[in-house]
């Protein structure tokens, strides 16, 4: 999230040469750092001016301490739709993190000072800049008005953010939504292509074998159901449970009287018969002779 704030800087020409306040030997070039700060918040919402027009309005209106130190109660006078709401001194302390994250999330820059050199060893060297942003790590956008330009806080003033922030300014006014950078916009996400659709395979036809069905008319039959003027010679297969052979009757259906004309039987018998079969055999031949 970074909010829609003009970067401005404090060295730019236009202005940098201007003496700031009332204190000679010093310019908005080298101290003017909060009050550019005040101009890119008042531009941000909505209010047309430079650092050397703040300037001139604070002389007027009583808005410096020392000569130069800027008022924070100025802000509010010298806009009527803002307001200086606190500071927060953490020079020992913490940070205040979520306070500054509440007031990004109402679309509300934040006023920090950071100390310039980022040693320690050598006191703070005492630089303000604004918070307009944060990405989804924590980590804060700040524009700094000494460089001009919109940068990670850690980037350039070390790496613990509640450690480096010695002072922090909050101020109200008639906030904008909170909009992404238009300089770095979040890229679109583009909807991910559909995947294919997965080839369906139709399923294959179970193969069907043609059911083998016997042509059945009347003058071709497997079975005796045939006209009797028809001569059929019909296979009958029986098995002797004995020799485990078989024996091939010529049925002739030709003259079904008498039935059975010729019978041929497995020949040699190279096995014993049972008396059963004994009895079939002497009873068919008997039938023979008195046939045949
Ligand atoms: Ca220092």
Known sequence: MKLNVPVLSQRDPQWASQRLGTVDGTTIGGYGCIITCMTMLAQYYGHNLTPADMDNWLIDNQGY?????????????????????????????????????NYLAQGKPVVIMVDFDHDP???????FVLIVGK??????????????DQVYLIARYGENQAQIINQINFFSGP????????????????????PPEPIVQPAPEPQ????????????TTTNIEVPVTTTTTQPIETTSTTAGESA?????????TPAVKTISLPKPISKPWRLSDLIVWIAMNIKRVLIG
């Open 65 to 101: 301490v020392q000569g130069n130190l800027y008022r924070n109660d100025a802000f509010g006078r010298e806009f009527l739709d803002c307001s200086f709401d606190n500071v927060t001194f953490c020079t020992s302390v913490p940070a205040p993190l979520s306070q500054i994250d």
């Open 121 to 127: 060893n050598d006191g703070i060297q005492t630089h």
């Open 135 to 148: 990405d989804i790590a924590g980590n804060y956008f700040i524009n700094d008005p000494w460089y001009g």
């Open 175 to 194: 906030a904008p939504q909170p909009v992404q950078d238009p300089v770095q916009p979040t890229p679109e996400v583009q909807p991910e292509p559909a």
């Open 208 to 219: 069907v074998t043609p059911t083998q069905i016997p042509v059945t008319t009347d003058t």
């Open 248 to 256: 091939t009757f010529q049925v002739s259906t030709e003259n079904p």
